[in-house]
Structures are given as structure tokens and as C-alpha cells.
């Protein structure tokens, strides 16, 4: 899949575009040592900045094995690949994963998002978790989006990045490049 996303934001970068891609990586790669100069491997044949890849990782492929995963993690850091610890919140321990390991992003998951507008809990939740993402100094990036009013508290939360389907359903890969064009211009 890394090789796959990869070869698409090769494409997409040969378009005009500098489009950053993110692939969920599961328990399995977190737990082999040469993950991360596999990874190396195909940031370079792609010949792309690491910058440009995010890894995704849940709380349950760290917790089988921390010690290693910590260590392949490292390992991705030192390349320059972005990490992201997705459905952030429905874990156990997240928090002490913050500080053990060096991500970049935190993915607030969806089934607090979507009814943040109507649910004072779950409002209360995202503001939490967007105040302590900003604490760590990472990037706060809110699932499920469905709807202006939620893009909006999320905003005035301080939260960094959304998606969800009020911003576009899922498009395939040759259809980035027009949404991009549509929303430049649209912003133009």
C-alpha cells in the first residue's frame, strides 16, 4: 500500500501538485526492525520528500510489543515520514504514547466529531483532545465531517486539519487533480 500511495502522490507531484499521502500501517509492520528502511526504500525510488507520507497508527498495533514499535517508530521519525496515531481517544493509552514517541499528528475519531454539534460530550471531548494535541505540539485532525456547522466548531476549536464528506466524498486518484484545480480557482 506505502508503494501504491507513493507511485500516486509520484503522479500527482509530476502534475504541479504536492499532495501528502497516508497509509494505516498495521500491528504486523510495527513489529519488524527492517520496516523502516523499507520505507526508505520506497521514498526513494519514488524520489519524494518523506515529508509527504504520513503513517497511521492505531494504540493496538503499539500495544502488543511497545519497546519494538517504539523503536521502528524512531526509525520512520529519523527518515522525515510524518506519524499520525489514528482513532485517537478509543484506546486505553494514548496519552503515555504521546510521550514516548515522536508523532506529528493526532486523528480525533469520528464518533466523537460527527455529534459534536448536538452533544455536549462529545464537544467536550474534541475540545480536550484538540487543547491537548496543541500541548504536544502536534497537528489536531478531525474525522467525519459531514457538515458546515461542525467545520466551524472544529475551527473555533483550533483544530488543524478535517475531513470527511462535507469537504468531497472519497474520489479516485484521477480525479484529485480537477478537485484541486476547482478548489484553487474556487479560492482564487
Not at 93 to 117: P, Q, W
Request: proline share 3%; aromatic share 6%; charged share 20%.
Amino acid at each position: 500500500m506505502i508503494d501504491a500511495a507513493l507511485r500516486q502522490c509520484r503522479a500527482w507531484s509530476d502534475a504541479g501538485w504536492e499532495v501528502p499521502v497516508s497509509v494505516n500501517v498495521g500491528a504486523a509492520c510495527l513489529h519488524h526492525t527492517e520496516f523502516p528502511g523499507d520505507v526508505a526504500d520506497l521514498i526513494k525510488r519514488h524520489g519524494l520528500p518523506a515529508r509527504l507520507l504520513t503513517l497511521e497508527i492505531t494504540e493496538s498495533a503499539i500495544i502488543s510489543d511497545p519497546d519494538r514499535a517504539v523503536e521502528v517508530l524512531r526509525g520512520l521519525t529519523e527518515l522525515g515520514v510524518r506519524l499520525s496515531i489514528d482513532d485517537f481517544g478509543t484506546g486505553y493509552s494514548s496519552i503515555s504514547y504521546l510521550r514516548s514517541m515522536r508523532v506529528h499528528e493526532m486523528k480525533l475519531d469520528r464518533s466523537f466529531v460527527t455529534h459534536m454539534c448536538t452533544d455536549a460530550g462529545d464537544s467536550a471531548i474534541v475540545h480536550a483532545l484538540v487543547a491537548l494535541a496543541r500541548n504536544f505540539g502536534l497537528q489536531a485532525v478531525a474525522e467525519g465531517v459531514e457538515d458546515q456547522d461542525t467545520w466551524t466548531a472544529l475551527a473555533e476549536a483550533g483544530c488543524d486539519v478535517v475531513q470527511g464528506y462535507f469537504l468531497s466524498e472519497p474520489l479516485p486518484a484521477e480525479d484529485i487533480v480537477a478537485w484541486l484545480g476547482d478548489r484553487a480557482a474556487a479560492h482564487a
